[in-house]
């Protein structure tokens, strides 16, 4: 007899083969495959070792089942199993099922190692605690394994396999080489690569075909992260020796729609209470605030959870081409100026039939200019090539190169006002001067150059006016990966009025883009006022003290 998947299980399957389900608990040890002699060995040895089903037989449910065999039956051989789901969805329950398969169960291999890693030592020790309480609560499997807690270890005695969990904080990847390695938590790593993680999967070497690397985590928070490359990688290439598993609610959908949270919830009703997500789901319908720590709790979608300044769904609707010239539009800009070591951003906006158009300049040293990359963990050396930014020569960004290139634009184009943080205003003055600018251009009321006071009074208003563009789609910014980059890791804090500024401190990295771009929207007030007859910076100026 054949039993059906449920449809959100199919749906979920990104990569490697639908398995086709059979009522395997009624086959004999002799008819069963290797993912079944796995499920079986789970369901027989095995108990709940916490929670309201203390002491009960594990059953697995539809999304497990399909998980292990897509993983174990895959006719390729499989080298990378990737499951991904919202958080409470028993995924500590699922790693600690499949480790001790490969310690004491079916899949023990003789005188192996197996390795658990997680980002902190907290988590790392609760797949330990989770595996060690299944052995000490089974007469028979307590038999088969030494326990040692000091080591956060266990021993399969009968194979000679050792599992340990190590931790990012711990630095303790390095050594050994496991034939199996389950990371937990991998979506929390921020950028494209990771040291801890590549520490482990680089040792597997050993083994050859029979290493195994499982990755089970809720989403990372953008798609530059490093399980979102994993995941996208998956599903682009099909490799056939890697299996993805992806549970997520659509972009788009509403968050009170229970369909959407079945999505990314394969054991709610099981181990996640439905009362406490419509509770939380209803509860970000009121305040926005928490809409984006329930899109990523709950929905396992792709969400930074702290505040963010732009919702990505939104930002990515505005996402149209942009004008390839400027030449003959009234031009706004906005201006950061960094460090001389860090990313300096010049954001230029235009109007172009009531849309702002949106054309970003961005700078890096050069000289350094991939080992940037790998510090921040972003591809600034492909976007160099591939056009998006500029590598200034040497390794600084000279005030005096940034100084040349706007007096070249302010020649060629009818820019109206540049808006500048004046953090590092003494430094640069000197090379405007330098540059060719006159003083009247420099400072004053009317002149080209006006500085933009960073604080809540000033920038709120600026978000607001940005905030309004985006909604109403009056913006396009033609998906600049380096501009994208800004937009994604830029966070607000709020003072106790509920004004609003970007956070330098606790945004995910690198927003100099993003905070260009509001003063230039914020500039572009003054051509608006001109059109409409109204405009706060018209009447305010930028300067709030």
């Not at 395997?24 to 108990?47: A, D, H, Q, T």
Request: proline share 6%; hydrophobic share 40%.
């Amino acid at each position: 007899m054949q039993l059906k998947l449920p449809a959100t299980t199919v749906a979920a399957i990104k990569c490697g083969p639908v398995p086709s389900l059979r009522d395997w608990r009624k086959l004999p040890n002799g008819k069963l495959s290797r993912g079944e002699r796995v499920c079986r060995f789970i369901e027989e040895y095995l108990v709940v070792p916490e929670g309201e089903l203390v002491g009960k037989p594990i059953k697995l449910l539809p999304f497990q089942e399909a998980f292990i065999l897509s993983t174990y039956d895959n006719p390729a051989g499989t080298a990378r199993a990737y499951l991904s789901i919202a958080r409470k969805n028993s995924k500590t329950a699922t790693i600690a099922c499949l480790l001790l398969a490969h310690i004491v169960g079916p899949e023990a291999y003789q005188n192996s190692r197996i390795m658990s890693g997680a980002r902190s030592r907290k988590q790392a020790a609760e797949v330990y605690n989770y595996a060690s309480k299944m052995c000490m609560m089974s007469p028979r499997l307590s038999k088969l394994v030494r326990i040692v807690p000091s080591a956060k270890m266990i021993i399969g005695l009968a194979m000679n396999v050792e599992y340990q969990a190590s931790s990012a904080e711990a630095k303790s990847a390095h050594g050994g080489s496991p034939i199996l390695a389950i990371l937990d938590e991998v979506g929390q790593i921020k950028g494209p690569t990771d040291d801890f993680v590549e520490a482990i999967v680089t040792s597997q070497g050993a083994y050859g075909d029979k290493a195994m690397v499982f990755a089970i985590s809720t989403q990372a928070a953008t798609d530059g992260d490093l399980f979102s490359c994993w995941l996208d990688d998956a599903e682009s290439s099909k490799a056939p020796r890697i299996v993805s598993h992806l549970y997520s609610a659509p972009a788009d959908c509403d968050v009170l729609d229970e369909e959407a949270w079945r999505a990314a919830n394969p054991a709610l009703g099981f181990f996640k209470s439905l009362t406490a997500v419509r509770d939380d789901a209803e509860r970000a319908s009121r305040q926005p605030t928490e809409e984006a720590s329930f899109r990523w709790l709950h929905l396992n979608q792709r969400i930074d959870a702290s505040a963010p300044m732009v919702a990505p769904s939104i930002w990515k609707a505005c996402g149209a081409p942009v004008v390839k010239s400027f030449d003959g539009l009234p031009v706004f800009a906005g201006m950061d100026l960094s460090e001389v070591n860090d990313l300096t951003a010049l954001v230029l906006v235009a109007p172009v039939k009531g849309v702002w158009h949106v054309k970003p300049t961005f700078w890096l040293p050069g000289e350094n200019i991939r080992q940037k990359s790998k510090a921040d963990r972003v591809p600034y050396d492909i976007w160099h090539e591939q056009g998006f930014l500029e590598a200034a020569p040497g390794v600084t960004v000279d005030y005096e190169y940034v100084a040349k290139y706007t007096y070249d634009l302010v020649q060629t184009l009818d820019i109206r006002r540049i808006a500048f943080d004046d953090w590092n205003w003494r430094h640069f003055k000197p090379w405007l001067k330098k540059a060719g600018f006159k003083d009247e251009q420099i400072e004053g009321d009317d002149a080209l150059f006006q500085p933009f006071r960073q604080g809540f009074k000033t920038m709120s208003p600026a978000l607001r006016e940005l905030d309004s563009k985006l909604l109403n789609q009056k913006l396009a910014h033609g998906e600049h990966p380096v501009m994208n980059m800004c937009m994604t890791n830029a966070t607000v804090t709020r003072d106790a009025a509920g004004n609003r500024k970007p956070d330098k401190l606790k945004s995910r990295g690198r927003i100099d883009g993003a905070v260009a771009l509001t003063m230039a929207i914020a500039a572009g007030g003054t051509y608006e006022d001109v059109e409409n007859t109204t405009s706060v910076y018209a009447t305010r100026g930028f300067i709030e003290l």
